[in-house]
Nanobody
C-alpha cells in the first residue's frame, strides 16, 4: 500500500526555521507532483507549495520568499524549508503525492507551531 509520511514539525519561535520532510513508499509509480498543504484551526486546508515533475515550483503568496520546496525523485522525498516563520504559519502541514493516472495520497500531517 502506498504510504506518505511527514516529519520535522515542532514548536519554534517567530523568526525561526524548520525543515519538513515527506517520504512516499510502497507500490508508487510515476510521481507527478509532491506538494505541501496546511490547515490551521477553524480554517480550510490550503496550498503551501507544489513541486511538479516538470515546470516551475508553485508557492502560495503568503510563503513566497520564506519557504522553499524541493524533491528528490530517486528517494521519493520532498522537503519544505521554512524560514522567517510567523505565528500565522501555525498549522498542521500535510504532504500530498500525485502519481500515475490520477492517483493521490495524503500523509497524516505534522504540526508546526510558531510562538510569538
Amino acid at each position: 500500500q502506498v504510504q506518505v509520511v511527514e516529519s520535522g514539525g515542532g514548536l519554534v519561535q517567530a523568526g525561526g526555521s524548520l525543515r519538513l520532510s515527506c517520504v512516499a513508499s510502497g507500490p508508487i509509480f510515476d510521481i507527478r507532483t509532491m506538494g505541501w498543504y496546511r490547515q490551521a484551526p477553524g480554517k480550510q486546508r490550503e496550498l503551501v507549495a507544489i513541486a511538479p515533475s516538470r515546470g516551475d515550483h508553485i508557492y502560495a503568496d503568503s510563503v513566497k520568499g520564506r519557504f522553499i520546496i524541493s524533491r528528490n525523485n530517486a528517494e521519493q522525498t520532498a522537503y519544505l524549508q521554512m524560514v522567517s516563520l510567523k505565528p500565522e504559519d501555525t498549522a498542521v502541514y500535510y504532504c500530498r503525492v500525485e502519481y500515475g493516472l490520477g492517483f493521490d495520497r495524503w500523509g497524516q500531517g505534522t504540526q508546526v507551531t510558531v510562538s510569538s
